[in-house]
């Protein structure tokens, strides 16, 4: 809960001076952070709790948040899962721990970088890159939560006791925050960036994400003059470029960190205390007994997959149609993207007898762990991989949006940067150029629901979201239709509700009305 999280004053393990602290349990804040060591346990404090999140809790409920909402996949699940199909079908309410889940860790890292900013203080180098770096951490976790819930809380300092319930923003300000916090962080010069392309030893926030992220902030709002401005710098950086290796393999394990990738979270190969990455996105493919196709849970396969995911995360149907219709059946994007149930029959995986996956036949062969991801000598089987937050691609086709109106040439080109990597021709960049780059290029990235909103599209696209559920089986494909009311309405849905928890705890945080 906000009122909890944003009192967090942060921990720091191994930072012995804390042990000085002359009485047990309170941080004397006159004599800690006044050093580049303490710098380095608050700012280290901001990273760990955003790395805790996903491990813990966000990373799987911001994925199904983004994938359920949208119209990019099913559940997955061979039993019906009842608070996943009401997220898919925006049957949802303010009690949806999913929604909670997300709101919270927000929060949680809010509070942390709080703590920087009001404490660290002093003007090393390394003291001023630490409130740099919280300054876009802090910038980040409010676009998340304004684009999704339009008005939550701002808290921009550590709150004391009497000030806990904090109300509603105004929009304005939120979106004012952001900026102030990108602009001071590109400005202050104290980011770093890459050595160039193909320096993959980099995991801190950089000045390039801080520009591409203020560009995303200033498309959000319709400035795309100013967009375009900061977008631009990443691409004169020239420390970045498309992945030109195989499309499909721009995630595995041996490709961590490449020249398209702007930021992302490092987890360590650790076999004594391995760090157990089963992202929801990562197969669809089979999940212990749970999901249907014929892989042996924990052992090496033909298609040197990792099998030992829950799944949780297929395409739907009107996605593989979408790459057909500007790709074609034997498009380069859409097979290193999406498989077919013939491609995983061919391979010799069908699906069991007597399972009815929620599915259309097609799996996320993009989001896959593959070869040297997977370790299957740990105590579980484990696999080891980044999550990339934001890759360059993303950048060309924001900049492509931006520039339309204020510099056609760069538009296109920007554009066809993108259409040229998936085998595509030049196409003129307009807005519905973009959306389907987008589209097909972002597929599985947690970008298209908020592109759905901020267009307006999302209650024509989402209008029938939930009016029935794919069920596949040795049998074919059957709909089933549990909802008698289903689909995206336009007046509540274009916000999340508030947690109940929240509304419980917060009295002056006010339900959005349609929520009520």
């Not at 004053?9 to 004397?28: E, F, K, T, W």
């Not at 970088?113 to 890159?129: A, I, M, W």
């Not at 320096?199 to 000045?207: A, E, F, L, S």
Request: some cysteine; charged content about 25%; hydrophobic content about 40%.
């Amino acid at each position: 809960m906000l009122t909890a999280s944003a009192l967090i004053l942060g921990s720091a393990v191994s930072c012995s001076r804390m042990l000085d602290i002359p009485q047990h349990g309170v941080l004397n804040t006159d004599n800690f952070y006044q050093t580049d060591e303490d710098a380095s346990c608050a700012i280290t404090a901001v990273y760990a709790e955003f790395e805790d999140n996903l491990f813990k809790r966000f990373e799987l409920s911001y994925n199904w948040l983004n994938s359920y909402l949208s119209d990019e996949f099913w559940h997955g699940q061979s039993d019906r899962a009842v608070d996943l199909e009401m997220m898919e079908s925006f049957t949802f309410d303010a009690d949806n721990s999913t929604v909670e889940t997300v709101f919270v860790s927000l929060y949680n890292v809010i509070g942390k970088c709080n703590v920087v900013l009001d404490n660290v203080k002093g003007e090393s180098d390394f003291q001023q890159r630490a409130r740099a770096e919280a300054k876009v951490f802090r910038a980040w976790m409010y676009f998340e939560l304004t684009t999704l819930w339009g008005n939550p809380p701002l808290v921009d300092h550590v709150l004391n006791p009497d000030e806990a319930s904090v109300p509603n923003a105004d929009p304005a300000d939120l979106w004012k925050l952001m900026e102030t916090d990108l602009t001071e962080a590109v400005n202050s010069g104290k980011l770093v960036s890459k050595t160039g392309i193909y320096d993959k030893t980099n995991y801190r926030v950089t000045q390039e994400y801080a520009q591409a992220l203020l560009g995303k902030v200033y498309l959000w709002q319709g400035k795309n003059k100013e967009a375009a401005e900061s977008l631009q710098k990443v691409i004169d950086s020239q420390k970045y470029d498309l992945f030109r290796g195989q499309y499909g393999d721009m995630f595995n394990g041996v490709n961590q960190n490449n020249e398209e990738v702007v930021f992302s979270t490092h987890f360590l190969e650790d076999l004594q205390s391995p760090i157990i990455r089963l992202w929801p996105s990562s197969t669809g493919l089979s999940a212990y007994s749970r999901d249907g196709l014929n892989f042996t849970a924990g052992e090496p396969n033909e298609l040197n997959i990792f099998a030992n995911a829950w799944g949780g995360i297929v395409p739907r149907g009107s996605a593989y149609e979408a790459f057909v219709a500007e790709e074609g059946v034997d498009g380069y994007r859409l097979n290193e993207t999406i498989k077919n149930y013939d491609f995983m029959a061919a391979h010799g995986y069908t699906i069991r007898s007597g399972y009815k996956e929620v599915s259309e036949g097609y799996y996320y062969w993009k989001g896959r762990f593959v070869g040297d991801d997977i370790n299957y000598n740990a105590a579980f089987p484990t696999v080891f991989r980044d999550i990339c937050w934001m890759r360059y691609a993303e950048v060309l086709l924001l900049a492509a949006e931006a520039y339309i109106g204020v510099d056609q040439t760069k538009a296109d080109w920007c554009l066809n940067e993108v259409r040229h990597r998936a085998g595509l021709g030049d196409k003129a960049c307009t807005l519905e150029a973009v959306k389907t780059e987008k589209r097909l290029e972002l597929y599985g990235e947690n970008i298209r629901y908020k592109d759905l909103l901020r267009w307006g599209d999302a209650a024509t696209v989402l209008a029938d979201a939930g009016k029935a559920f794919p069920q596949f089986s040795t049998e074919g494909l059957e709909w089933i239709s549990p909802f008698s009311s289903y689909g995206f309405k336009k007046g509540k849905h274009e916000t999340l509700p508030f947690p109940s928890t929240e509304i419980m705890a917060n009295k002056n945080i006010v339900q959005h009305d349609a929520w009520k």
